[in-house]
């Protein structure tokens, strides 16, 4: 099938490349220039395993096209035009469909009524209805496919999803959407628009919902001295509970929990309920992001140590995405209260509002933000008086 995706993000370049891999034609659409020069030239635009292989190989360049202007596409070519753009929150924690409303608005009256639009990003739908009305774009005829993968596992989450969800009140399309995953074996639900997103923004909301637990548990753990790898594993092997992602953590972030958790909120209050477990989830990470810094100077004093060196500047392990990122949350803590502080991260460079070092130092408490390959910790082993700190066992 002839697709267009708009959005060379983590979620369009990703789903796009995996589809040429599935035998479709792909156009890539971004209004980010140096995105689509870089990727007409086969460079990745963020880390991401496999991407090169992907960018690089016969197929994507047979099969693949990057154009940064929406009258550069033949629209009436198009079987399918995915939409993968940002949704972030703005300041007052609501929605900014400043960015969806700009597509709405230039796609409309260039896409044939045969061809399938499709939304990957995140949106409630009665957000969307809103911003679809103020451009006069027809809503009822949209499928919502929501995307669930993981940033670091991105290619493999593709093809190994646990579900597919497509939501739409015209069957015939979500057809057309479904036929484009045949040749993976995840089971497909079929649903309306809202409850696709809603399948969506539950996900986004118990996950860090079970982050903010073995947080809590952990901090529980520590203040007893207890055994935190036996009480968790013990924990975790109820098989009601289970064992996967229950690791304790300096906090979590990311580009997407914290948004999704915040507009969960935000939709509960439209509709004037209350959800007090929904409504912790953000408080208690802020609240162990503050417990964790404390912890750390705590260690760097007992030691009598001049500084502390944050490891990794990302939200989490294999990805370059430094949204919400904990270490910059915890590094901001440390400031304010004027502590020594500093991030390492040999992997990019990042603003200068961020004291940022590129070789190791001795006299510091070093602090794994997420588990760090052998040569970071073969690295720090070589150091003299240093403590290196990590929250969870190996
Ligand atoms: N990143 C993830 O892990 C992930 C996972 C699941 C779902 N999602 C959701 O998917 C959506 C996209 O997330 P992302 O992380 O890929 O975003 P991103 O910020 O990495 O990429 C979005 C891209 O859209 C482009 N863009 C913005 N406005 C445009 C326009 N008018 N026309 C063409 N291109 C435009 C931007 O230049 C950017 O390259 C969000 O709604 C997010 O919540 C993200």
Not at 162 to 177: H, P
Not at 366 to 372: D, L
Request: proline share 3%.
């Amino acid at each position: 099938m002839n697709i267009v995706v708009i959005g060379v993000g983590y979620v369009g370049l990703v789903t796009g490349l995996s589809l040429v891999k599935l035998g479709n034609k792909i156009t890539f659409l971004d209004t980010d220039l140096s995105k689509i020069q870089m990727l007409n030239q086969k460079k990745p635009t963020f880390d991401e395993p496999e991407l090169l292989d992907y960018l690089t190989n016969d197929k994507t360049a047979k099969n693949a096209t990057f154009c940064h202007s929406y009258d550069e596409i033949k629209w009436e070519d198009a079987d399918i035009v995915l939409i993968c753009v940002q949704t972030p929150i703005d300041e007052n924690r609501d929605l900014d469909s400043t960015f969806i409303k700009k597509v709405f608005s230039s796609l409309n009256g260039k896409v044939a009524n045969s061809t399938t639009v499709c939304i990957k990003s995140t949106i409630h739908p009665s957000a969307l209805q809103k911003v679809l009305s103020e451009v006069n774009y027809d809503y009822k005829d949209l499928v919502f496919n929501p995307e669930f993968l993981r940033e670091g596992s991105a290619f493999y989450d593709f093809f190994n999803t646990d579900r597919i969800i497509i939501g739409s009140e015209n069957l015939e399309k979500s057809q057309i959407i479904a036929s484009l995953y045949e040749e993976l074996k995840s089971e497909i639900i079929f649903t309306d628009p809202i409850s696709s997103q809603l399948i969506k923004y539950l996900s986004n909301a118990y996950l860090p919902l079970r982050l903010s637990f073995v947080n809590e548990a952990s901090r529980l753990i520590d203040s007893l001295n207890a055994n935190q790898s036996d009480v968790l594993k013990g924990v975790g092997l109820d098989s009601r509970i289970g064992e996967q992602y229950f690791r304790p953590s300096p906090g979590w972030g990311g580009s997407c929990f914290p948004k999704d958790v915040m507009e969960i909120q935000q939709i509960a209050k439209e509709n004037n309920l209350k959800l007090p477990v929904m409504q912790s989830i953000s408080n208690s990470n802020s609240e162990h992001l503050l417990w964790f810094s404390k912890k750390l100077v705590k260690i760097m004093n007992i030691n009598n140590l001049q500084k502390i060196i944050l490891i990794g500047a990302a939200f989490k392990e294999n990805t370059d995405d430094t949204r919400y990122s904990p270490t910059f949350e915890i590094y901001n803590i440390l400031k304010n209260e004027k502590e020594n502080v500093e991030i390492y991260d040999e992997n990019m460079t990042l603003d200068n509002k961020y004291d940022q070092i590129f070789s190791f130092e001795e006299n510091a408490l070093y602090v794994e933000m997420y588990p760090m390959g052998n040569k970071v910790k073969n690295q720090i082993a070589e150091l003299n008086n240093i403590v290196h700190f990590r929250f969870w066992d190996s």
